[in-house]
C-alpha cells in the first residue's frame, strides 16, 4: 500500500473551574489527508458541545421560504421573464432545460463562462426532498454548458460545478440550484489534487485515487458504499463533520461522465442529503473537483465532496466558516470520521 493515514493524538489540559487543583484533558487528533496533506484535528466531544449551538429552526425556514417565493426569479412563474439568456450563436435554445431544470447565464459571473441551474420547479425543498432526477438533470444541464464551450476549443478548460444551499452556505436564494464554472486558469484546490494525484502516480506508478478505493473498501472503516460507477466515502482528514467524498472512477473531466454516472451521483447525493435531514441539519455546499475538459489524465479520477453548513436559525453561529477553514485552509471534525461513516452507511443502505 503507498497510501499513508497519519495521524497523531494529543491532549490538551484544561483547568477545571469547580477544582482549583484539578484539570480536565481534552483528546484530539491531528489527521493529514493523505494527498493533499492537509491537517484536520478531530476533536473528541465537541460534538456534544456543538448541540449549545441549536438545531435548525423549521418554522423560521418555511417563514423565509414563503416571504421570498413572491419575488423569487426562479420560480417557474418568472423564470422565463426575467432570467438571462445565452448569446444564440453558442446556445441557441437560449436556456438549457433538463427535465426540472433550467440553465441560464449567471449575473454576476466570478469565470469567463459561468451559469444556474435551478434544480426544481419547487421554491424550497427539505434536504430529503432532492431527488437523484432533479439533481441529475440540473447536473446533466451544466455537462451540456461545459460541453458546448469545450466543443468551441476556446483556452478556458478549467470546469467546476458547485452548490450552495440556504444562506449559511453562502447561497443568495433559498430556491434550489447548483453553479457551473468554466475558465481559463485551474481552480486553486484541483490544482493541488491533480499535482499530488501527478506526483504520487510518478513515486508509485499507480493512481492514487484507485488505490485509495481499494484500502478503503478493505478497510471497511469509512467506506460508506457505492453506485454504479461513484464510490462513497467519508475522508480519512475531513474538512468538518458529515464530511463525505464520492470518486467517480476512471472518470478525470466532468465531460467523461455519463448520463448513468449522473444518475449515480444523484442517487449517492440523494441519499447523503437524506441522511444530513434526518441529523438535524439544513444547509450544505457540494463542489465536483475536474481535470481539464481537453485531455484525459491517466493519474486523476474526478470527485465530489459535500459537506453541511451551519444550522439556519435566529443569530445562528457559522462556527465552520472560523479563520482557520476561511485562512488556514484547516479541517475541524467534531466526531470520528469512522463513527460517522457508520451512521451514513446505515441511511445509504436503506434508502
Ligand atoms: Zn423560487
Known amino acids: 500500500m503507498n497510501i499513508s493515514f497519519e495521524k497523531i493524538v494529543i491532549k490538551a489540559k484544561i483547568q477545571n473551574r469547580e477544582n482549583d487543583s484539578g484539570m480536565d484533558l481534552q483528546q484530539m487528533e491531528y489527521r493529514r489527508d493523505p494527498l493533499t496533506e492537509r491537517i484536520c484535528t478531530v476533536i473528541i466531544g465537541f460534538a456534544e458541545k456543538l448541540k449549545i449551538l441549536g438545531e435548525a429552526d423549521r418554522d423560521l425556514i418555511n417563514r423565509i421560504a414563503e416571504a421570498t417565493k413572491k419575488t423569487c426569479p426562479f420560480c417557474p412563474e418568472a423564470i422565463e421573464k426575467v432570467t438571462p439568456v445565452f448569446p444564440k450563436k453558442y446556445f441557441p435554445e437560449g436556456r438549457?432545460?433538463?427535465?426540472?431544470?433550467?440553465?441560464?447565464p449567471n449575473l454576476f459571473p466570478r469565470s469567463e463562462f459561468e451559469a444556474v441551474a435551478v434544480l426544481s420547479k419547487k421554491h424550497y425543498l427539505k434536504l430529503d426532498e432532492f431527488t437523484p432526477?432533479?439533481?441529475?438533470?440540473?447536473?446533466?444541464?451544466?455537462?451540456?454548458?461545459?460541453?458546448?464551450?469545450?466543443?468551441?476549443?476556446?483556452?478556458?478548460k478549467?470546469?467546476?460545478?458547485?452548490?450552495?444551499?440556504?444562506?449559511?452556505?453562502?447561497?443568495?436564494?433559498?430556491?434550489?440550484?447548483?453553479q457551473v464554472s468554466v475558465r481559463s486558469v485551474p481552480f486553486y484546490i484541483n490544482k493541488i489534487l491533480i499535482?499530488?494525484?501527478?506526483?504520487?502516480?510518478?513515486?508509485?506508478?499507480?493512481?492514487?485515487?484507485?488505490e485509495l478505493v481499494t484500502v478503503e473498501k478493505e478497510s471497511g472503516e469509512r467506506y460508506i458504499g457505492n453506485i454504479g460507477r461513484t464510490e462513497w466515502i467519508v475522508p480519512f482528514a475531513p474538512m468538518g463533520g458529515n464530511?463525505?467524498?464520492?470518486?467517480?472512477?476512471?472518470?478525470?473531466?466532468?465531460?467523461?461522465?455519463?448520463?448513468?454516472?449522473?444518475?449515480?451521483?444523484?442517487?449517492?447525493?440523494?441519499?447523503?442529503?437524506?441522511y444530513y435531514e434526518h441529523d438535524g441539519l439544513s444547509s450544505f455546499n457540494f463542489v465536483i473537483h475536474s481535470g481539464p475538459i481537453n485531455e484525459k489524465l491517466e493519474y486523476f479520477w474526478s470527485s465530489l465532496r459535500i459537506i453541511p453548513r451551519a444550522n439556519l436559525r435566529e443569530g445562528y453561529v457559522s462556527t465552520d466558516s472560523w479563520y482557520g477553514t476561511s485562512l488556514l485552509f484547516e479541517g475541524v471534525s467534531s466526531e470520528y470520521?469512522?463513527?460517522q461513516a457508520e451512521k451514513i452507511r446505515a441511511v445509504f443502505k436503506t434508502k
Open 243 to 274: 464530511d463525505v467524498m464520492c470518486i467517480i472512477k476512471h472518470r478525470s473531466n466532468l465531460t467523461e461522465f455519463s448520463e448513468e454516472d449522473l444518475m449515480d451521483i444523484g442517487k449517492g447525493l440523494s441519499k447523503i442529503l437524506t
Open 133 to 156: 432526477e432533479l439533481l441529475a438533470n440540473a447536473l446533466k444541464s451544466c455537462l451540456i454548458f461545459i460541453s458546448r464551450i469545450k466543443e468551441m476549443g476556446l483556452s478556458e
Open 337 to 339: 470520521p469512522e463513527k
Open 195 to 210: 499535482e499530488k494525484s501527478m506526483k504520487f502516480f510518478k513515486s508509485n506508478g499507480s493512481n492514487f485515487w484507485d
Open 96 to 104: 438549457i432545460k433538463t427535465g426540472e431544470s433550467v440553465l441560464f
Open 158 to 178: 478549467y470546469a467546476t460545478i458547485g452548490c450552495n444551499n440556504l444562506f449559511p452556505a453562502g447561497a443568495s436564494s433559498m430556491h434550489p440550484h447548483i
